[in-house]
Protein backbone atom coordinates (compact mmCIF):
# COMPACT_ATOMS: atom_id res chain seq x y z
CA UNK A 1 0.00 0.00 0.00
CA UNK A 2 1.41 3.73 -1.30
CA UNK A 3 2.51 5.70 1.80
CA UNK A 4 0.07 8.41 2.76
CA UNK A 5 1.45 11.56 2.27
CA UNK A 6 0.55 14.63 5.22
CA UNK A 7 0.24 17.47 2.42
CA UNK A 8 -0.26 20.08 5.53
CA UNK A 9 2.73 18.47 7.09
CA UNK A 10 4.91 18.38 4.21
CA UNK A 11 3.75 22.39 3.34
CA UNK A 12 4.54 23.20 6.38
CA UNK A 13 8.49 21.62 6.56
CA UNK A 14 8.51 23.78 2.89
CA UNK A 15 8.03 27.07 4.78
CA UNK A 16 9.99 26.47 7.55
CA UNK A 17 12.59 25.33 5.18
CA UNK A 18 11.82 28.24 2.90
CA UNK A 19 12.39 31.02 6.16
CA UNK A 20 15.84 29.24 6.66
CA UNK A 21 17.12 30.03 3.26
CA UNK A 22 15.79 33.14 2.93
CA UNK A 23 16.73 34.21 5.90
CA UNK A 24 20.26 33.30 4.81
CA UNK A 25 21.07 33.46 1.37
CA UNK A 26 18.25 36.51 1.03
CA UNK A 27 15.08 36.28 -1.07
CA UNK A 28 16.37 37.76 -4.56
CA UNK A 29 19.51 34.63 -4.51
CA UNK A 30 17.22 31.90 -3.10
CA UNK A 31 16.45 29.38 -5.89
CA UNK A 32 13.91 27.02 -5.47
CA UNK A 33 16.07 23.87 -4.94
CA UNK A 34 17.91 25.47 -2.16
CA UNK A 35 14.72 25.22 -0.28
CA UNK A 36 13.91 21.44 -1.79
CA UNK A 37 17.32 21.18 -0.59
CA UNK A 38 16.78 22.16 2.58
CA UNK A 39 13.51 20.79 3.12
CA UNK A 40 15.26 17.38 2.27
CA UNK A 41 12.37 16.81 -0.81
CA UNK A 42 13.06 16.41 -4.31
CA UNK A 43 13.33 19.50 -6.81
CA UNK A 44 10.13 18.65 -8.45
CA UNK A 45 8.23 18.13 -5.50
CA UNK A 46 8.36 21.49 -4.72
CA UNK A 47 6.58 22.89 -7.20
CA UNK A 48 3.31 20.71 -6.35
CA UNK A 49 2.95 23.33 -3.37
CA UNK A 50 4.46 26.32 -4.75
CA UNK A 51 4.27 27.16 -8.20
CA UNK A 52 6.91 30.00 -7.90
CA UNK A 53 9.30 31.69 -5.45
CA UNK A 54 7.07 34.49 -5.29
CA UNK A 55 3.88 32.44 -3.99
CA UNK A 56 6.50 30.91 -1.40
CA UNK A 57 7.71 34.02 -0.37
CA UNK A 58 4.10 35.37 -0.25
CA UNK A 59 3.08 31.95 1.81
CA UNK A 60 5.93 32.64 4.13
CA UNK A 61 5.00 36.41 4.66
CA UNK A 62 1.33 35.37 5.24
CA UNK A 63 2.53 32.63 7.79
CA UNK A 64 4.86 34.74 9.87
CA UNK A 65 2.44 37.58 9.99
CA UNK A 66 -0.25 35.74 11.01
CA UNK A 67 1.65 33.99 14.46
CA UNK A 68 2.50 37.57 14.69
CA UNK A 69 -0.56 39.17 15.02
CA UNK A 70 -2.31 36.00 16.73
CA UNK A 71 0.50 36.74 19.55
CA UNK A 72 -0.02 40.61 19.83
CA UNK A 73 -3.47 39.84 20.07
CA UNK A 74 -4.15 37.31 22.43
CA UNK A 75 -0.99 39.05 24.89
CA UNK A 76 -3.41 42.41 24.71
CA UNK A 77 -6.82 40.80 25.10
CA UNK A 78 -5.80 39.37 28.86
CA UNK A 79 -4.42 42.51 29.62
CA UNK A 80 -6.84 44.45 32.36
CA UNK A 81 -5.95 47.85 31.88
CA UNK A 82 -5.01 50.14 29.33
CA UNK A 83 -1.25 50.58 30.07
CA UNK A 84 -1.15 47.34 30.44
CA UNK A 85 -2.53 46.31 26.67
CA UNK A 86 -0.42 48.59 25.49
CA UNK A 87 2.48 46.87 27.54
CA UNK A 88 1.76 43.82 26.30
CA UNK A 89 1.24 44.72 22.55
CA UNK A 90 4.68 46.10 22.25
CA UNK A 91 6.69 43.78 23.96
CA UNK A 92 4.80 40.78 21.90
CA UNK A 93 5.45 42.71 18.91
CA UNK A 94 9.11 42.45 19.44
CA UNK A 95 9.19 38.98 20.94
CA UNK A 96 11.28 37.52 18.77
CA UNK A 97 11.75 33.92 20.95
CA UNK A 98 7.95 33.86 21.17
CA UNK A 99 8.01 33.81 17.35
CA UNK A 100 10.31 31.23 16.54
CA UNK A 101 12.36 34.93 14.59
CA UNK A 102 15.71 34.15 16.71
CA UNK A 103 17.78 32.53 14.21
CA UNK A 104 15.70 34.15 10.89
CA UNK A 105 15.01 37.94 12.14
CA UNK A 106 16.35 38.99 8.99
CA UNK A 107 13.50 37.64 7.03
CA UNK A 108 11.29 40.53 7.74
CA UNK A 109 13.12 43.55 6.31
CA UNK A 110 14.15 41.17 3.22
CA UNK A 111 10.17 40.33 2.70
CA UNK A 112 9.26 44.04 3.33
CA UNK A 113 11.58 44.93 0.52
CA UNK A 114 10.84 42.27 -1.79
CA UNK A 115 7.17 42.72 -1.51
CA UNK A 116 7.66 46.77 -2.17
CA UNK A 117 9.56 45.87 -5.34
CA UNK A 118 7.16 43.21 -6.33
CA UNK A 119 3.96 45.77 -5.85
CA UNK A 120 6.54 48.52 -8.04
CA UNK A 121 6.45 46.05 -11.23
CA UNK A 122 3.49 44.45 -10.94
CA UNK A 123 -0.19 45.05 -9.53
CA UNK A 124 -0.82 41.54 -8.56
CA UNK A 125 1.16 41.13 -5.48
CA UNK A 126 -0.34 40.75 -2.54
CA UNK A 127 2.37 42.14 -0.36
CA UNK A 128 -0.40 44.80 1.54
CA UNK A 129 2.10 46.29 4.24
CA UNK A 130 -0.69 49.25 4.23
CA UNK A 131 -2.97 46.51 5.32
CA UNK A 132 -0.26 44.89 8.13
CA UNK A 133 0.35 48.57 9.90
CA UNK A 134 -2.91 49.31 9.91
CA UNK A 135 -4.16 46.77 11.70
CA UNK A 136 -1.14 47.48 14.50
CA UNK A 137 -2.35 51.13 14.25
CA UNK A 138 -5.73 49.72 15.04
CA UNK A 139 -5.01 47.76 18.20
CA UNK A 140 -2.75 49.83 19.52
CA UNK A 141 -5.73 53.00 18.59
CA UNK A 142 -8.28 51.16 20.58
CA UNK A 143 -6.02 50.39 23.66
CA UNK A 144 -5.38 54.35 23.61
CA UNK A 145 -8.74 55.51 22.71
CA UNK A 146 -9.92 53.32 25.59
CA UNK A 147 -7.22 54.92 27.70
CA UNK A 148 -8.83 58.54 27.05
CA UNK A 149 -12.27 57.14 27.55
CA UNK A 150 -11.46 55.98 31.32
CA UNK A 151 -9.15 59.38 32.07
CA UNK A 152 -6.36 57.29 32.55
CA UNK A 153 -4.61 58.89 29.52
CA UNK A 154 -4.54 62.99 28.18
CA UNK A 155 -5.90 63.67 25.33
CA UNK A 156 -4.38 62.62 22.27
CA UNK A 157 -4.43 61.39 19.04
CA UNK A 158 -5.05 57.89 19.17
CA UNK A 159 -3.66 57.42 15.55
CA UNK A 160 -0.88 59.63 15.67
CA UNK A 161 0.50 57.50 18.87
CA UNK A 162 -0.19 54.07 17.24
CA UNK A 163 1.48 54.64 14.54
CA UNK A 164 4.58 56.35 16.73
CA UNK A 165 4.68 53.27 18.81
CA UNK A 166 4.40 50.47 15.57
CA UNK A 167 7.54 52.84 14.11
CA UNK A 168 9.64 52.44 17.91
CA UNK A 169 8.89 49.15 18.01
CA UNK A 170 10.44 48.02 14.11
CA UNK A 171 12.87 50.90 15.18
CA UNK A 172 13.86 48.44 18.35
CA UNK A 173 13.62 45.38 15.49
CA UNK A 174 16.31 47.11 13.47
CA UNK A 175 18.97 47.90 15.84
CA UNK A 176 18.92 44.35 17.54
CA UNK A 177 19.38 43.22 13.93
CA UNK A 178 22.17 45.21 13.40
CA UNK A 179 24.05 44.55 16.65
CA UNK A 180 22.40 42.13 18.67
CA UNK A 181 25.40 41.56 21.31
CA UNK A 182 24.99 44.81 22.50
CA UNK A 183 21.47 45.59 22.16
CA UNK A 184 19.16 44.01 24.18
CA UNK A 185 15.59 44.29 22.56
CA UNK A 186 13.78 43.61 25.14
CA UNK A 187 15.26 45.94 27.46
CA UNK A 188 14.86 49.20 24.90
CA UNK A 189 11.38 48.33 24.96
CA UNK A 190 10.54 48.09 28.05
CA UNK A 191 11.82 51.59 28.86
CA UNK A 192 10.02 52.83 25.81
CA UNK A 193 7.07 51.47 27.14
CA UNK A 194 7.97 53.11 30.86
CA UNK A 195 8.69 56.59 29.40
CA UNK A 196 5.77 56.74 27.06
CA UNK A 197 3.11 55.60 29.16
CA UNK A 198 4.65 57.91 31.48
CA UNK A 199 4.23 60.83 28.98
CA UNK A 200 0.24 60.09 28.17
CA UNK A 201 -0.54 59.36 31.26
CA UNK A 202 -3.44 61.43 33.35
CA UNK A 203 -1.89 61.96 36.40
Known amino acids: MPKKVDKE???DKILKAAMKVFAKKGIFETKMEMVAQKAGIAKGTIYEYFKSKDELAQMVFNYLLVQMNMHVKQDMAIASSPAEKLKAGILAYVDVE???????SEIL????????RLRNSRADVPFDLRWIYLQYRDLFGRALQEGIDKGHFKNLDPKSVSAFIVAAADGFYLQWMSDRKNFNLK????DFIDKMLAGIGNN
Not at 109 to 116: E, K, Q, S, T
Not at 187 to 190: K, L, M, Q
Open 9 to 11: AKK
Open 98 to 104: ALGLSDI
Open 109 to 116: PDLWAYGI
Open 187 to 190: NAAE
